[in-house]
């Protein structure tokens, strides 16, 4: 196993579509596109299957998947590889470097697939709907562009409505349960964890939100929210 993830990490250092760590990227992809069309990131994208699925349904756009693990990355970038996808790349660093390498305005919709919910109010802050990665969001995300939510996890996702809510965000829309109604082509995409046996027996929900010009600094009160839930 340890050897596979060698190869790996050595193959997508010569894969056209993965950058790792990259210099001076910053309001530069449509050079690297080559085209001036939307660029569109999935977080924490693991395998990659949004990043993938995305980029088959909307030739009119760029697809960014942006993770740390590069063993996973190599997935999907060979998948896109083998499929000629040239409107799909991957964006090896950490999202709290998200600055670094896109301008202001640069992003117009980012999705967040099954992401770790950090369970542990201890954690919340590293939950990717936090207001502290919101606001790394904002310096990137066009003024209009969405946030979109895919998870099975309900404390997530009452936890990212509870931030809708207080910070003043604009929920565009709300499923409590993604595959009891009619999903959009978009949310019918499946990654590898919703797949599995495990998730399979899950409710599966849905956030689309929007972000307001500023986003408040409530950080205090939103964990003393959470001390009290967790304490109750």
């Not at 001036?36 to 980029?55: F, I, K, M, N, Q």
């Not at 600055?99 to 919709?109: C, G, L, M, P, T």
């Not at 946030?147 to 829309?173: A, C, G, Q, W």
């Not at 978009?186 to 500023?214: G, M, R, V």
Request: with cysteine; aromatic share 10%.
């Amino acid at each position: 196993m340890a050897q596979k993830k060698l190869q790996r990490f050595a193959d997508i250092k010569i894969f056209i579509n993965v950058l790792e760590y990259p210099e001076n990227m910053q309001g530069q992809w449509k050079n690297f596109f080559k085209n001036t069309h939307p660029v569109v990131l999935e977080l924490a994208c693991g395998r990659g299957e949004y990043t993938v699925g995305l980029s088959k349904l909307f030739a009119n756009k760029n697809f960014i998947g942006v993770d740390i693990k590069g063993n996973r990355i190599y997935i999907g970038a060979k998948k896109c590889l083998e499929q000629q996808l040239t409107n799909a790349a991957f964006l090896r660093t950490q999202i709290s470097m998200l600055s670094k390498y896109f301008a202001a305005e640069e992003v117009s919709d980012i999705w967040i697939t099954f992401p770790d919910p950090q369970l542990r109010t201890s954690k919340a802050k590293k939950r990717l709907t936090h207001p502290l990665f919101l606001r790394l969001y904002q310096q990137v995300l066009k003024a209009d562009g969405n946030l979109h939510l895919k998870t099975d996890s309900p404390k997530l996702y009452l936890f990212t409505k509870r931030v809708i809510e207080l910070y003043n965000l604009i929920l565009v829309e709300d499923c409590a349960d993604v595959y009891a109604s009619n999903p959009s082509i978009e949310l019918q995409i499946k990654t590898h964890y919703e797949a599995l046996d495990i998730a399979q027996s899950n409710t599966i929900y849905y956030l689309k939100f929007k972000l307001p010009p500023t986003i408040v600094d409530l950080d205090e009160l939103l964990q003393d929210e959470l001390k009290l839930t967790e304490s109750n």
